[in-house]
């Protein structure tokens, strides 16, 4: 019986591996650079590597895009360490500028990924799952009595959505700095509203 050539082996994994890797990273090169969500051909070209190839390693966009938005995650988990003040009041103003950062870097990827959610199981359950860590980190930060009052926190939690940044960026075509003014001021006026209530 003839032994596997293990030299052989090793090199193709580490072959496909940066293959993959070069890909992953052609997308979000690609993405970075243009508002337009870039094509398969676009993407397999950035990477040096023909369309089949990029499908042999993903299968389809969807799968792509979910291993893409998984890497962009890791891009913002500085933004989960603890806040440097103590009052909730202030914590809040620590995580409208976390967040503010944060989704101007990722509405990029938020754009293309719609594009291909759609009928992707795999695509939807990573939003779901962006969008319940973003409320999750909120209500850590405000008290439970407060949380009671669920018009207000609702309200706090639709301004400090991806949601509602990406539509004052694309529906009402505001720039980040404008967009940023908008939601500031918002959630200034409902923290400002709660900032004296008693917690018991």
């Given at each position: 019986?003839?032994?596997?050539?293990?030299?052989?082996t090793d090199g193709r994994k580490l072959r496909s591996l940066a293959s993959r890797e070069r890909i992953i990273e052609a997308l979000i090169a690609l993405i970075d650079e243009d508002d337009d969500p870039p094509s398969a051909e676009n993407i397999a070209a950035r990477a040096g590597v023909g369309l089949r190839s990029l499908f042999r390693h993903f299968g389809d966009m969807d799968s792509l895009y979910t291993a893409v938005l998984d890497r962009i995650?890791?891009?913002?988990?500085?933004?989960?360490?603890?806040?440097?003040?103590?009052?909730?009041?202030?914590?809040?103003?620590?995580?409208?500028?976390?967040?503010?950062?944060?989704?101007?870097?990722?509405l990029g990827y938020r754009r293309a990924a719609d594009l291909y959610r759609s009928g992707s199981e795999s695509v939807q359950i990573g939003r779901r799952a962006f969008e319940q860590m973003l409320r999750a980190r909120l209500?850590?930060?405000?008290?439970?009595?407060?949380?009671?009052?669920?018009?207000?926190?609702?309200?706090?939690?639709?301004?400090?959505?991806?949601?509602?940044?990406?539509?004052?960026?694309?529906?009402?075509?505001?720039?980040?700095?404008?967009?940023?003014?908008?939601?500031?001021?918002?959630?200034?006026?409902?923290?400002?509203?709660?900032?004296?209530?008693?917690?018991?």
């Open positions: 019986m003839k032994m596997p050539d293990l030299d052989k995650g890791r891009r913002y988990l500085h933004f989960l360490e603890p806040y440097c003040s103590t009052g909730w009041p202030d914590q809040v103003q620590e995580l409208v500028a976390r967040r503010m950062e944060m989704f101007q870097g990722a209500e850590s930060v405000v008290p439970e009595a407060l949380r009671e009052d669920s018009l207000w926190f609702e309200q706090l939690d639709q301004w400090l959505s991806l949601d509602c940044y990406a539509s004052l960026r694309d529906r009402r075509g505001m720039a980040h700095e404008n967009a940023v003014t908008v939601i500031i001021t918002a959630v200034t006026a409902l923290v400002a509203g709660k900032a004296g209530a008693p917690i018991t």
